[in-house]
Nanobody
Framework: EVQLVESGGGLVQPGGSLRLPCKTS????????MSWVRQAPGKGLDGVPI???????AYDGSVTGRFTISRDTAENTVYLEMNSLKTEDTAMYFC????WGLGTLPAGHRPTPRGLGTQVTVSS
């Protein structure tokens, strides 16, 4: 059974940091691109960063220089390090298997498989 389990979300003040791990199982993690996508309240899904099989990365412009995606193939885990958080980063964050693109995902595009998500709230 394919599983992706995110954790590490929470409430943080603007300017703060969080690290989100996503533990995966049930598939060959090494051969897949991995993505993080987020959904703010009342909005659609946004692709945030992508990491390829060799560790190459790409980021949406809204998070470039602040977020870092990485992967640990020994642990079958993908991470999202978030620094200098802004109120507009408030969203449910999901990790997803595959390359789901950056920026606003087309309507009807629901990354799958993905985890249940972890909530990140940036507020003073």
């Amino acid at each position: 059974e394919v599983q992706l389990v995110e954790s590490g979300g929470g409430l943080v003040q603007p300017g703060g940091s969080l690290r989100l791990p996503c533990k995966t199982s049930g598939f060959n993690f090494r051969i897949y691109y991995m993505s993080w996508v987020r959904q703010a309240p009342g909005k659609g899904l946004d692709g945030v960063p992508i990491i390829d099989r060799q560790g190459g990365t790409a980021y949406d412009g809204s998070v470039t220089g602040r977020f870092t995606i990485s992967r640990d193939t020994a642990e079958n885990t993908v991470y999202l390090e978030m620094n200098s958080l802004k109120t507009e980063d408030t969203a449910m964050y999901f990790c997803a298997r595959g390359n789901w693109g950056l920026g606003t995902l087309p309507a009807g595009h629901r990354p799958t498989p993905r985890g249940l998500g972890t909530q990140v709230t940036v507020s003073s």
